[in-house]
Nanobody, 125 residues
Framework: VQLQASGGGSVRPGGSLRLSCTAGFNVVDYAAIGWFRQAPGKEREAVSCISSSAGTIYYADSVKGRFTISSDLAKNTVSLQMNSLKLEDTAVYYC???????????????????WGQGTLVTVSS
């Protein structure tokens, strides 16, 4: 498996989860790693992406101030700390790697060629 996403689960609104994406390759060999999500009946959307140098980070407006993305190049892992979770954060979360996305357009899904299997996050009261 090239990308392994983990850390999903069920939490109440206001709770926290930490997702991890572990790559079976050197993250530095890719331009960026991103987290995307797809809620039931909705299109997949970019949540947060980070360039391999960690010099550029993207957050969707809906998660700004609540989610934090970080990378550990030594472990080839990119994590997504999700705080103050809301009902609308419920989705399957995927991590993906892009070999060539430009920093000014980190959220461009078509640039991400390697995808993990997804991990389910359920926020419910």
């Amino acid at each position: 498996v090239q990308l392994q996403a983990s850390g999903g689960g069920s939490v109440r609104p206001g709770g926290s989860l930490r997702l991890s994406c572990t790559a079976g390759f050197n993250v530095v060999d890719y331009a960026a790693i991103g987290w995307f999500r797809q809620a039931p009946g909705k299109e997949r959307e970019a949540v947060s992406c980070i360039s391999s140098s960690a010099g550029t980070i993207y957050y969707a407006d809906s998660v700004k101030g609540r989610f934090t993305i970080s990378s550990d190049l030594a472990k080839n892992t990119v994590s997504l700390q999700m705080n103050s979770l809301k009902l609308e954060d419920t989705a399957v979360y995927y991590c993906a790697a892009s070999p060539s996305v430009i920093s000014s357009n980190l959220a461009s899904q078509t640039a991400y060629k390697t995808w993990g299997q997804g991990t389910l996050v359920t926020v419910s009261s």
